[in-house]
């Protein structure tokens, strides 16, 4: 089935098995192998992406859903020469150690800010009224759709919370 | 994955339509039935994509109420104001559940309408009378730490693994399905999950191919709404047991195949009856597999600290 993406900025006609999901997609149609297969079953957010500035896990959706969708995939934020402040934060804070996770720790922490900044509550929100604070607790339920099995999880805490200062 | 045709609805009652044909499915957020579709414990020839239907509207119901398009995601309805606001029970119910990013794609239809995550089921090398009727239920003699203490049966004793429908149980309410014909129907949100009996395969009061268009939710009960959650983890699991109070009325969640309204406790309630007598009423008919003997007192006493307004 014929689909047109825009990935990272550009545009993209291709050419899917309907049974295909956005993950392999990316992956294997497109080559950008930065989105990680974990374990593709929507449990460890490592394929985490953003369609239309919105967080998602992209092994749990068909790329024939996503017609004329915007994807944003790792290699759509920063560059190597001008990393995004999210990315820089994670180098200052070692919010890693072997790096699986860490394309969609970063994804889905920038969707994560967006919803924060658009005043979501979520489940360690006291006061489901009151403005947003991104303390710890915060930062960790509302990343817990992202597992690191390295445990880098005080580090990436860290990254998140200077990147969210420093906006 | 086995192979299927794929078509975008135009519209509510052409996808009611084509999802009435045999091996047909809708799908929207996907989130539950792709899992599925990768283990071939689903196996549809034709998926009807009804995920861009204009149906993600929420907007207040001229009675006080309020309507929930049924392609809403988990998270537009967690975040809407009047949710947040008014019926803050169902906000919390959906944040208690799944992940940001599985929020951000499942719809308010496909919430309710999501499968057991019982263990068996998504086994394929053992019996499950629900993925097989008649095959014999694996989880009777078997890990049920996380199964049904309330309204099972020999034949299954899944749970419904919805927080969403929990909170929105407890505040009562319908859901609209559409059929093929444009047929519109109001089906109390007590009505649509049934218990498993016999046919533990047979889910739900709709008919083949009714899709649902909204929930629409009764107005706010008087009185406080709070949500509360048991899981293993602080974050991301399902539940052990979740209990829902708006006002007056409670509701259950993880402990049968079905959100449960906790009608003989607020019942006791209305009666004089304490927290803690109107809980042990309603788990009076509780029974264990073994494995989940331990849910039966951790629901009477979660269920009996909610009544009381504690933050158990």
Redesign the interface.
Known sequence: ?QIRLTVNGEPRALEVD??A?LLDVLREGLALKGTKKGC???QC?AC?VLVDG????SC???A??H?GDAVTTIEGVGTPEALHPIQQAFLEQDAFQCGYCTPGQIC?AL??LA?AA??????A?AD??APVELTEPEI???????LCRCSAYPQIVAAIRQAAEAA | MRAFTYERAGDAAGAARAAARPGAKLIAGGTNLIDLMKLEIETPTHLVDVSRLPLAGIEPTPDGGLRIGAMATNTALAVHPQVRARYPVVAQAVLAGASGQLRNKATVGGNLLQRTRCGYFYDPAKPCNKREPGAGCAALEGFNRMHAILGASEACIATHPSDMAVGMTAVGGRVEPVDGEGRTRALPLSELHRLPGDTPQVETALAPGELITAVVLDPPPAGRQLYRKVRDRASYAFGLASVAVAGGQAALGAVAHRPWRATTAEAALAGGASPDEAAAAELAPAQGRGGNDFKIPLTRRLLAAALAGENA
């Open positions: 089935m309907v049974r999901s593709d079953h929507g957010g985490t919105v967080r998602i896990n749990l959706t068909l024939v859903m017609d889905s969707g994560m919803e658009a005043g979501h509550p979520s489940h929100t489901l009224l960790r339920e509302r990343m817990s759709g992202n």
